[in-house]
């Protein structure tokens, strides 16, 4: 399979949960449990205390309470669990486990600023909500990132995105100044996704980059996302001489935050592409066994960026990959791949 077809493939794959959308409804029914973090603690030793199952319905208070019977396990120094929305209507729980004498990802402390945003953009921003929540009641989650940043198939949605454009491009250091010096976390988080938008790509990384450093997981999950769509326009349009670097891509791959896993990943899978033997290298250092249990996951779609970084950094060969994720079969990939690792 050639790599056009690869694209089209995992972009099929991928295109509904492209946009982030934690399950937010009074009731849910749980799908699937999956787990991240675990190194020296077992699964068995932390479900007692997560006891939540699939079949079960939840609520937000569910999951948190849930988070604080994590934390007092034997070995836990942190935990988190999210809702992510939905596979076949029931909602998928991740459960991050951080282990006492893990290394934590540390994040910027919370900005005590008083910028703000111009109210062109916050009402650009709730018209977008607004309409994205009807395209999700739908199911449409499809979109063109063509241009280095998404432009969804809804009409809504789509002409308050391209409204973006012009907002990113008049209001360019307003959004700069908010990102980096606000005191509301949703402000910060609406700045970093129009910021996207920008038309001169090249000139809001360095802005984007340093947000993924934000305290808070929303500002983090946007400025991740729009690097990512801003790093595979990159690829496509070199004449730009876009640089996006990857290195805290790859450090978010080992975060307690499950939207930090799911953006660096698919931005990951972008910029492996290639086969750049230094990132290769350096993920083989820092997030094998993150990419590993990420690759294990039992959701096809979350899990298939991990299985192709991870089949990159053991050398699969790209044909092999493809194949492999058109019939779902992962757990071979995974196999494989761990195999060479070891023999290396």
Not at 189 to 210: M, R
């Amino acid at each position: 399979m050639c790599s056009k077809q690869l694209n089209i493939l995992i972009a099929a794959m991928l295109s509904f949960i492209a946009t982030p959308h934690v399950a937010s409804q009074k009731n849910s029914t749980v799908g699937i449990v999956d787990f991240y973090g675990l190194r020296q603690i077992t699964e068995a030793q932390v479900r007692p205390a997560l006891r939540i199952a699939e079949g079960d319905t939840i609520t937000e208070s569910t999951l948190r309470s849930a988070e604080k019977r994590l934390r007092a396990v034997p070995g836990v120094s942190n935990a988190r669990v999210d809702g992510v929305c939905c596979d076949n209507g029931k909602t998928l729980v991740y459960v991050g486990i951080e282990e006492k004498g893990t290394p934590a990802l540390n994040f910027n402390p919370p900005p005590k600023g008083r910028a703000r945003l111009p109210d062109d953009v916050v009402r650009a921003g709730a018209a977008f909500d607004a309409a994205f929540e009807k395209a999700a009641e739908r199911g449409d989650f499809q979109e063109d990132q063509s241009k280095g940043h998404s432009l969804m198939r809804d009409p809504g949605a789509r002409a308050v995105q391209e409204g973006f454009v012009a907002l990113a491009d008049r209001y360019g250091q307003q959004l700069r100044d908010v990102l980096r010096d606000s005191d509301k976390q949703e402000q910060r988080a609406l700045a970093a996704q129009v910021l996207g938008y920008a038309t001169d790509k090249a000139s809001v990384v360095g802005d984007l980059s340093s947000a993924m450093r934000d305290s808070d997981a929303d500002v983090r999950n946007n400025a991740t996302r729009a690097l990512w769509l801003i790093a595979a326009f990159a690829r496509k349009a070199p004449d730009r001489k876009i640089q996006v670097p990857p290195d805290k891509f790859v450090d978010l791959l080992n975060s307690l935050t499950w939207t930090d896993r799911n953006k660096s990943s698919l931005a990951l899978m972008s910029l492996t592409e290639p086969r750049d033997p230094a990132l290769l290298s350096t993920l083989r250092q820092k997030a094998v066994p993150a990419l590993t249990e990420m690759a294990r996951w039992k959701h096809r779609g979350h899990a298939v960026a991990s299985v192709m970084i991870l089949g990159r950094v053991a050398g699969i060969p790209e044909s092999e990959l493809a194949s492999a994720a058109e019939i779902g079969s992962h757990a071979t990939i995974v196999d494989a791949a761990l195999k060479r690792l070891e023999a290396k």
